[in-house]
């Protein structure tokens, strides 16, 4: 038997509000899981972001002061802590830092090409260090030369004097000379003084990750000078290659050696940069596992709500399925009736899915500067919201299709 899409719609229309409600869930459905999915995906990536150093052999600890108290006693004893840390036999090279790559926390600085313009070229990020600090991050010059050690000052908490050189990221380069000759040229930070930019390194990411941060991700400006800070200073510290655990094991140690006039947070004092990544990416990894969960619940509740109201609908036409067995229908013209039918359904509820998708990310664009969602987000979204369906209805119809005309008969 011919299926005939009229005489379904016709039967559809007994059931207003149970094929109403039915293709409302699946519209629903299909507009949060889309936006779902989308913003999985943007987590997952953002997460993944290279930093550019060398994240496997590297590890942060970061020492409070409980004896030196001026900024020569500090960094007297800055000196003397890395000096011990780079003889470490598991050590390639250390570095002081003011802050670091996902630190979280640190300064930027408006960078600008004029000393009188009003509105800035970019907003880097300023990692203050000596010259050690490229070798310990794994950094490549790409252009120009590293910092000599006659070149480092020393950087108070408050002291914000421009140094008279720089080195750059290549993005920072490329945003404020897109011309490509950035090396040599004059940067002013904030001051009518100008840096010159004597070395670009090849990529680094800034402190924070966060969603304004985003334009700037790898703007960042190396400062020549040696923090002193009163409540404390960051070491990077490069292990040599498989040596990472024992190098770990060894700087508190070392640096215990050379004062016990420090704290070393024993919780956050001492982390691989496996942990820094970790803590830093720890809310997009969260959002991302709920917008999953909610994600799977969504697709089987509506699986659930199609395999509930078809079982419904089978019972309430036994009879008429009976009748229609006795006068010929077979078993694959009853199958191909409840899948049509919820097919029927499913595409009214995508139809409106779909607009409802697009409505929603739009309006997170406006609210949390989201990105567009993309058209694949929802046409995947559709042929997977009608493949559940079709799934789901498979189990229902197929007793449909069992319905015996002898028995359907003698209900009559």
């Not at 960094?75 to 050590?91: E, H, M």
């Not at 400006?221 to 990472?244: D, E, H, I, S, T």
């Amino acid at each position: 038997m011919a299926m005939q899409i009229k005489p379904i719609l016709a039967a559809l229309r007994h059931h207003k509000a149970g094929t109403v409600l039915l293709a409302l869930q699946i519209a629903l459905t299909l507009a949060i899981v889309c936006n779902a999915l989308f913003i999985i995906h943007q987590r997952l990536a953002h997460l993944s972001q290279p930093s550019g150093v060398d994240e496997a052999n590297l590890f942060v600890i970061y020492s409070e002061w409980a004896g030196p108290t001026t900024p020569s006693q500090i960094d007297a004893q800055v000196q003397a802590d890395l000096y011990a840390l780079r003889q470490l036999p598991g050590v390639r090279d250390a570095a002081p830092a003011s802050s670091y790559p996902l630190s979280g926390g640190g300064d930027d600085i408006p960078a600008s090409l004029t000393p009188d313009q009003l509105q800035w070229t970019a907003d880097p990020a300023i990692y203050a260090s000596d010259e050690h600090l490229i070798d310990t991050l794994g950094l490549k010059l790409i252009a120009g030369r590293n910092f000599r050690a006659d070149e480092i000052g020393r950087m108070g908490s408050r002291d914000f004097t421009n140094p008279p050189e720089v080195i750059v990221t290549k993005a920072l380069a490329d945003r404020m000379f897109p011309d490509g000759t950035a090396l040599g040229k004059p940067i002013y930070l904030m001051s009518s003084t100008p840096s010159t930019i004597i070395g670009i390194v090849d990529r680094l990411q800034r402190q924070n990750v966060g969603t304004w941060t985003r334009a700037y991700a790898y703007q960042v400006v190396l400062w020549p000078k040696r923090p002193n800070f009163p409540q404390g200073v960051f070491y990077l510290v490069r292990a040599k290659p498989g040596q990472l655990a024992a190098a770990m094991r060894q700087a508190p140690k070392a640096l215990y050696a050379q004062s016990r006039m420090r704290i070393i947070d024993p919780k956050d004092g001492l982390l691989s940069f496996a942990e820094v990544r970790r803590r830093i990416y720890d809310s997009d990894r969260g959002m991302a596992i709920l917008m999953g969960i909610i994600s799977v619940v969504l697709l089987a509740i509506t699986a659930a709500g199609i395999v509930g109201l078809t079982s419904f609908w089978v019972g309430q036409r036994r009879k008429q399925i009976g009748v229609r067995r006795a006068l010929g229908a077979t078993r694959g013209d009853i199958l191909n009736y409840f899948l049509t039918e919820n097919l029927l359904i499913g595409l009214g509820g995508v139809l409106v899915g779909a607009v409802l998708a697009i409505g929603i990310n739009l309006w997170m664009v406006t609210q949390f500067e989201m990105a567009r969602l993309s058209l694949a987000y929802v046409v995947a979204g559709v042929v997977a919201l009608l493949l559940l369906g079709q799934g789901a209805v498979l189990a229902p119809a197929l007793r449909a299709s069992r319905v015996s005309p002898v028995e359907a008969t003698r209900s009559v």
